[in-house]
């Protein structure tokens, strides 16, 4: 397996120019351990909507509003309320209580009952 870069290493890539499929190809390495939110810049690098709208779908689905935020500054779209209703029911069902909480502030604040 292919070794991730180190802290810096990786700050140095992330604000330089890089390859396309360099970048999707440390994105890659990122999601096979698990590191979904360091994946995120490489995939924006890579222009890889998919790989990046694939993300969006699980921060939805897992209730992760640190990931749905960060993925959707990539992807240059707004998180609607009934979005952030669904990422609140998703994460209480996970325990997660207080992304569960900022979910429902988000979505109560665009309107959503």
């Given at each position: 397996m292919?070794?991730l870069?180190?802290?810096?290493?990786?700050?140095?890539?992330?604000?330089?120019?890089?390859?396309?499929?360099?970048?999707?190809?440390?994105?890659?390495?990122?999601?096979?351990?698990?590191?979904?939110?360091?994946?995120?810049?490489?995939l924006?690098?890579?222009?890889?909507?998919?790989?990046?709208?694939?993300?969006?779908?699980?921060?939805?689905?897992?209730?992760?509003?640190?990931?749905?935020?960060?993925?959707?500054?990539?992807?240059?779209?707004?998180i609607?309320?009934?979005?952030?209703?669904?990422?609140?029911?998703?994460?209480?069902?996970?325990?997660?209580?207080?992304?569960?909480?900022?979910?429902?502030?988000?979505?109560?604040?665009?309107?959503a009952?």
């Amino acid at each position: 397996m292919a070794k991730l870069p180190d802290p810096l290493s990786r700050r140095h890539l992330v604000e330089s120019p890089l390859d396309p499929a360099k970048a999707r190809a440390l994105a890659d390495l990122y999601l096979e351990q698990g590191r979904s939110v360091e994946a995120v810049a490489f995939l924006r690098k890579a222009e890889a909507t998919e790989g990046l709208e694939a993300l969006r779908a699980e921060a939805v689905e897992t209730g992760d509003v640190f990931l749905l935020r960060e993925v959707s500054t990539a992807l240059g779209s707004d998180i609607d309320a009934r979005t952030w209703a669904t990422v609140a029911e998703s994460a209480a069902a996970a325990g997660r209580e207080a992304y569960a909480d900022e979910a429902r502030r988000q979505a109560a604040a665009l309107g959503a009952s």
